[in-house]
T-cell receptor, first 112, second 119 residues
Framework: LAKTTQPISMDSYEGQEVNITCSHN???????ITWYQQFPSQGPRFIIQ???TKVTNEVASLFIPADRKSSTLSLPRVSLSDTAVYYC?????????????FGGGTRVLVKP | GAVVSQHPSRVICKSGTSVKIECRSL??????MFWYRQFPKQSLMLMAT?????????EQGVEKDKFLINHASLTLSTLTVTSAHPEDSSFYIC???????????????FGPGTRLTVL
């Protein structure tokens, strides 16, 4: 399983764009990159998933360079309710029984 | 779509009793379900992986006789904490991964978690 490295914490202000970069140097060919958001005392919530280049949905964008050794989650115009822990995970979830290994995550604090 | 529920959301029990936690995929069939444990201010730790109709695969250091997992159908998995002790107090979270295309097999969807407190 590819190991991931993320910053422990980030502070931001309402209305700003937040970019969280995750390193995954030993990502395998079949691995996808998935980001989850977790609020206290809740289960993680799926944000976005990608394999290469750029993926965008109504919540966030995910930028993946050609070498796929890192990825950046971009949250546009954050609000106070975006304060949470964000996890970057890498794995071949398409493989039967394959599992996710959670790293430490990035604690994002959005200030007024 | 892709909703996973857990029951109960919160449970308090006495030391030595057993507690069962249910995990259900409400709008899709889950070929694989996962159980995690999370202590305060820490990340999620995978406990076991279960596939419908077969025995669960436990992570190293997780006692399979203490944490009994049953994946009886494509929509239900249960975790039973047997003879619970205060050190088992934690936040237990399940996740489910669907059949091909319903939803994507590349994504796990998580339940809301169950807070277990053992007195």
């Amino acid at each position: 399983l590819a190991k991931t490295t993320q910053p422990i914490s980030m502070d931001s202000y309402e209305g700003q764009e937040v970019n969280i970069t995750c390193s995954h140097n030993n990502i395998a060919t079949n691995d996808y990159i998935t980001w989850y958001q977790q609020f206290p005392s809740q289960g993680p919530r799926f944000i976005i998933q990608g394999y290469k280049t750029k993926v965008t949905n109504e919540v966030a964008s995910l930028f993946i360079p050609a070498d796929r050794k890192s990825s950046t989650l971009s949250l546009p115009r954050v609000s106070l309710s975006d304060t949470a822990v964000y996890y970057c995970l890498v794995g071949d979830e398409g493989a039967a029984g394959n599992k996710l290994t959670f790293g430490g995550g990035t604690r994002v604090l959005v200030k007024p | 779509g892709a909703v996973v529920s857990q029951h109960p959301s919160r449970v308090i029990c006495k030391s030595g009793t057993s507690v069962k936690i249910e995990c259900r995929s409400l709008d899709f069939q889950a070929t694989t379900m996962f159980w995690y444990r999370q202590f305060p201010k820490q990340s999620l730790m995978l406990m076991a992986t279960s596939n419908e109709g077969s025995k669960a695969t436990y992570e190293q250091g997780v006692e399979k006789d203490k944490f009994l997992i049953n994946h009886a159908s494509l929509t239900l998995s249960t975790l039973t904490v047997t003879s619970a002790h205060p050190e088992d107090s934690s936040f237990y979270i399940c996740s489910a991964r669907g059949l091909a295309g319903l939803p994507s097999t590349d994504t796990q969807y998580f339940g809301p978690g169950t807070r277990l407190t053992v007195l």
